[in-house]
């Protein structure tokens, strides 16, 4: 599957971890990382140091971490689905928070799914396996630009 991964995720060592079980698990499509949530806005909509990117390239899937430096990974996600160049861009939280009410934000504010990171590097090697197979290769996005109902 061509298309980007966009990972927002500011712990060097998770970043590590998941370039790493990505590529165990085979998914050799390009991951842009950053590592604040205000530079996830930056890519999103082509400010910053990402103003010379093509706004039609929205990534595949966005992974989303939620405790973020500048910007929390929910205010990324509000942002997100309030501009309706990128209200319908696939965001699965991934994140080790274990508090009900960041799961509950997350859904309330659009994401299309919450992961908890395993602990266990096997575990996590094998839940990038199923991210990687059902976001890159089985889900069906919507149009980059669908009618307004």
Do not use: H
């Amino acid at each position: 599957m061509n298309g980007k991964i966009l990972l927002v995720e500011d712990n060097p060592d998770d970043v590590a971890l998941t370039l790493r079980a990505f590529r165990q698990n085979k998914i050799s499509n390009e991951v842009v990382v950053v590592t604040d949530g205000s530079e996830a806005l930056e890519y999103m909509f082509c400010t910053g140091r990402f103003s010379g990117r093509n706004a039609n390239e929205l990534p595949a899937v966005m992974f989303l971490d939620i405790k973020l430096p500048k910007l929390d990974g929910l205010e990324v996600l509000r942002r997100i689905r309030a501009d309706k160049r990128t209200a319908f861009q696939p965001i699965v939280i991934l994140t080790s928070s274990r508090e009900e009410q960041d799961m509950i934000a997350g859904y309330k504010l659009g994401a299309n799914s919450y992961v908890r990171k395993p602990v266990d590097f096997e575990q996590f090697v094998e839940a990038a396996r199923q991210l990687g197979l059902y976001w890159l290769i089985l889900n069906e996005a919507p149009p980059r630009n669908p009618a307004a109902p």
